[in-house]
């Protein structure tokens, strides 16, 4: 063998300098990642935003080469997890599953997901289903990555092998293991939705904004997941760059709230505004009413009760629904032993069931709405009081990126 031939075989056409090999690899998992957030799951699943032919092309052959999935098998999957979320039906939930299953096998759960073909059949609806996409992409998805294996390997020699590995092992790793983990375990909550989603960091710049999971919860259609103003999406920073030169459409954000001064009761404008935000309202009621009067009776209790209420802290934010039957009785009792506890407990009952009747008769959730209202003003309690005057002056303001 020459020595030619056997340093192309040793180093490839690059030489391998580690610097090119290291940029290569983050450059290309952030291709990919990028790739899967922005197409897979901002516009293909949840139709946030549109892109240009041109690049929603580019997308899609670039997560054939680099992952092998399909994209209504992605798309079913994951439209199925947000209609079951944490529930036996949930194809990768740590709640269901455990955490560590989800971190370890998440790959495999995905695996056996896409084997329930009337799964995908369902929830995969409306997914690109051209000539390409039948003949190559979904046809043949392992070819893909075998193509890009060649391809490190002629750039970079044997070392090639070990960045294809890791490439491969991204989504994997992240997607299937951190977000549907991790992003269902651990983390700060903005808003508090129905599931256990969670916000890794505020600072959504590694896997590409998907970081931000909690609020992606909230506002599952939202092409933005930064909502906050120290959050950062790096996916909407790239989003808007493809909108500026006429790549892409963002057709929906998450809406702006507004408080009206001086509305005597909830009007349409406040039902439109709390159904659009509803977890931020009872997030809101958790944090403006029931926290205080947390505070206060540990203050009146003392430090020795100060780690059953901080376990209260956490179950009374959603009425402790991801309690055991002993927790949850417990936290019954407790709350039955206080009266002005029990009075915000109800309320908060009051004010989701009120919620709940979206899609039903929204004349009948205004009317319960204004009852809501009406009684919580009366209720004698401050903070309950004060939320009530600011909730029936919601309404919806115009999105602003």
């Known amino acids: 063998m020459s020595a030619h031939l056997s340093d192309l075989l040793a180093f490839g056409l690059t030489g391998s300098p580690w610097l090119l090999v290291v940029a290569w690899l983050l450059g290309m998992t952030q291709l990919t990642i990028h790739s899967v957030s922005l197409y897979l799951h901002r516009s293909a699943t949840h139709r946030?935003?549109?892109?240009?032919?041109?690049?929603?092309?580019?997308?899609?052959?670039?997560?054939?080469?680099?992952?092998?999935?399909?994209?209504?098998?992605?798309?079913?999957?994951?439209?199925?997890?947000?209609?079951?979320?944490?529930?036996?039906?949930?194809?990768?939930?740590?709640?269901?599953?455990?955490?560590?299953?989800?971190?370890?096998?998440?790959?495999?759960?995905y695996q056996d997901a896409c084997k329930d073909r009337a799964m995908v059949a369902r929830y995969g609806i409306g997914t690109v289903d051209d000539w390409i996409e039948r003949n190559l992409y979904a046809r043949w998805s392992s070819l893909g990555p075998t193509v890009m294996l060649f391809i490190d390997l002629a750039l970079f020699g044997a070392v090639g092998l070990v960045v294809w590995a890791l490439q491969m092992l991204w989504i994997p790793v992240i997607a299937a293991g951190v977000i549907n983990g991790l992003g269902h375990w651990w983390g700060y909550r903005n808003f508090e939705t129905a599931d256990r989603a969670t916000n890794l960091v505020p600072w959504g710049i590694v896997i590409g904004g998907e970081e931000l999971h909690n609020n992606h919860h909230a506002f599952p259609s939202s092409a933005k997941f930064a909502l906050r103003?120290?959050?950062?999406?790096?996916?909407?920073?790239?989003?808007?760059?493809?909108?500026?030169?006429?790549?892409?459409?963002?057709?929906?954000?998450?809406?702006?709230?507004?408080?009206?001064?001086?509305?005597?009761?909830?009007?349409?404008?406040?039902?439109?505004?709390?159904?659009?935000?509803?977890?931020?309202?009872?997030?809101?009621?958790?944090?403006?009413?029931?926290?205080?009067?947390?505070?206060?009776?540990?203050?009146?209790?003392?430090?020795?009760?100060?780690?059953?209420?901080?376990?209260?802290?956490?179950?009374?934010?959603?009425?402790?629904?991801?309690?055991?039957?002993?927790a949850r009785a417990r936290l019954g009792a407790w709350v039955a032993e206080r009266p002005s506890m029990q009075v915000l407990v109800e309320h908060r009952r009051r004010l989701g069931a009120a919620m709940e009747r979206s899609g039903r008769n929204s004349q009948a959730m205004l009317e319960s709405l204004q009852a809501w209202c009406t009684d919580a003003e009366r209720s004698g309690i401050a903070t309950l009081e004060q939320f009530a005057r600011t909730l029936r002056g919601y309404a919806l303001a115009p999105a602003r990126a």
């Open 48 to 109: 946030g935003v549109d892109f240009h032919p041109a690049l929603a092309h580019a997308f899609r052959f670039w997560t054939w080469l680099t992952t092998g999935m399909v994209t209504k098998e992605w798309v079913a999957i994951h439209r199925k997890h947000h209609a079951r979320c944490e529930t036996d039906g949930d194809p990768h939930s740590p709640v269901v599953h455990g955490i560590g299953t989800i971190l370890w096998h998440g790959v495999a759960l």
């Open 229 to 326: 103003k120290w959050e950062f999406d790096s996916g909407w920073a790239l989003l808007r760059l493809f909108e500026a030169v006429g790549l892409a459409k963002v057709i929906r954000i998450a809406p702006s709230l507004a408080v009206r001064p001086n509305i005597a009761l909830p009007d349409a404008d406040t039902v439109r505004a709390v159904l659009a935000h509803r977890f931020h309202v009872m997030t809101s009621y958790y944090r403006l009413v029931l926290r205080p009067a947390l505070e206060q009776e540990r203050r009146a209790a003392g430090e020795s009760m100060d780690r059953l209420t901080r376990r209260l802290r956490r179950a009374l934010a959603n009425d402790g629904r991801w309690l055991d039957e002993v």
